[in-house]
């Protein structure tokens, strides 16, 4: 079992900016330093998608609509992922969920996973004009 908790998220105003933050709370089977994490984004009345995922070793991958706005990070022991959400605009609210699969990444601009997902447990990010 793993178990993701998130905290961070909040308001801000166009061009502000947010830091997401997920510990792994429970890792039964030590995968956090084997998986990759990312973050997902979920709109009102929208489906769920991939924004930034990281490896193993660090690497960064983004959807087109988190490059250069958006910074995804984990600390040398794995345990805590971040997200730094920079010049944010109105259509970035919504939920943001952390997330960890055996395959996740981020291409041309889309980013891809396996199931299952393990979520934390979301954060609600609002931005106003």
């Known amino acids: 079992d793993v178990v993701l908790v998130q905290s961070g998220g909040g308001s801000a105003q166009a061009g502000g900016s947010l830091l997401l933050s997920c510990v792994v709370t429970k890792d039964t089977y030590g995968v956090h330093n084997i998986y990759p994490m990312g973050w997902f984004y979920e709109a009102p009345g929208k489906e769920r998608e991939g924004v930034a995922a990281i490896d193993r070793d660090g690497r960064a991958s983004y959807s087109s609509v988190a490059a250069g706005r958006f910074t995804i990070s984990k600390d040398t022991a794995g345990n805590t992922l971040r997200l730094q959400l920079d010049n944010l605009k109105p259509d970035d609210t919504g939920m943001y969920f952390c997330?960890?699969?055996?395959?996740?990444?981020?291409?041309?601009?889309?980013?891809?996973?396996?199931?299952?997902?393990?979520w934390g447990q979301g954060t609600q990010v609002t931005v106003s004009p």
């Open positions: 997330a960890m699969a055996a395959t996740l990444f981020c291409r041309n601009g889309r980013c891809y996973n396996s199931r299952p997902v393990d």
